[in-house]
């Protein structure tokens, strides 16, 4: 059941609406805005909390929180009052640090690039790794095929469609979900679900 919550920090009242059973998971955007200075808050303002941004909406008695509605074609200039889509992602982002072992450093944000080969979403195998560069670490997504002996083939040189990383929520779940895991961590996906993962010591974790 869908349930708006109001409460008061530092003297300023916020609404914010999700399923009741997320209520508790809100609490670092609850934290995030109390970390905020009060003449810091305005209408517009984004409160960066995750994966996620949420953003104040004036209204009469405070404000709400609005954040990316990922049902949208572009959910970078749509936005929805209803919180439950973010709050469940971000818990199943963290639910796969949990089960990697891993623990997230550089946070890759909805806005964030991400390279996919062209074609990749209608291979049935896909691999992913999060690649480190000198300006800090991106996802690049590769269509994974086997050779008749049944070794792994992938394109030395693939050509990638660039789409932001909030894209992926509609177009591929799974892959939207592991996108905090560290650099140097290398997801295999099978038919659209996540199958596998590999850290950075070559460990496998499979999922499937």
Same mark, same amino acid.
């Given at each position: 059941?869908? +349930?708006t919550?109001?409460c008061e920090?530092?003297?300023? &009242?916020y609404?914010y609406c999700?399923?009741?059973n997320?209520v508790p /998971?809100?609490?670092?955007?609850?934290?995030?805005?109390e970390?905020?200075? !009060?003449?810091? =808050? #305005?209408?517009?303002? +984004?409160? #960066?909390?995750?994966?996620?941004?949420f953003?104040?909406?004036? +209204?009469?008695?405070g404000y *709400?929180?609005?954040?990316?509605?990922?049902?949208? =074609? %572009?959910?970078? *200039?749509?936005?929805t009052?209803?919180?439950?889509d973010?709050?469940?992602?971000e818990?199943k982002q963290?639910?796969?640090?949990q089960?990697? $072992?891993?623990?997230?450093t550089?946070?890759?944000r909805a806005?964030?690039?991400?390279?996919?080969e062209?074609?990749?979403f209608?291979?049935?195998?896909?691999?992913?790794? +999060?690649?480190?560069? %000198?300006?800090?670490?991106r996802?690049e !997504?590769?269509?994974?095929?086997?050779?008749?002996?049944? $070794?792994a #083939?992938?394109n030395? &040189?693939?050509?990638y469609?660039?789409?932001?990383?909030?894209?992926?929520?509609?177009k /591929?779940?799974?892959?939207?979900?592991v996108?905090?895991?560290p650099e140097?961590?290398?997801?295999?996906?099978?038919?659209?679900?996540l199958y596998?993962?590999?850290?950075?010591?070559?460990?496998?974790i499979?999922?499937?």
């Open positions: 059941m869908i +349930r919550v109001g920090i530092n003297g300023i &009242h609404n999700c399923d009741e997320l /998971m809100f609490e670092p955007v609850l934290k995030a805005i970390s905020l200075p !009060a003449e810091k =808050i #305005e209408d517009g303002i +984004r409160i #960066e909390a995750g994966f996620s941004f953003i104040l909406s004036e +209204r009469e008695n *709400t929180l609005l954040t990316l509605d990922y049902d949208d =074609i %572009d959910p970078l *200039t749509a936005f009052e209803d919180l439950t973010a709050i469940m992602l818990c963290a639910l796969v640090l089960t990697a $072992g891993a623990f997230p550089n946070v890759i806005n964030d690039a991400v390279f996919v062209k074609g990749a209608d291979s049935e195998y896909i691999i992913m790794r +999060r690649q480190p560069y %000198d300006t800090g670490s996802w !997504a590769a269509k994974l095929a086997f050779n008749e002996n049944g $070794g #083939e992938i030395d &040189h693939p050509d469609d660039i789409i932001t990383a909030c894209e992926l929520v509609k /591929m779940y799974d892959m939207a979900i996108l905090e895991l140097n961590y290398m997801v295999t996906f099978k038919n659209g679900r596998e993962i590999i850290n950075d010591r070559d460990e496998l499979r999922l499937q």
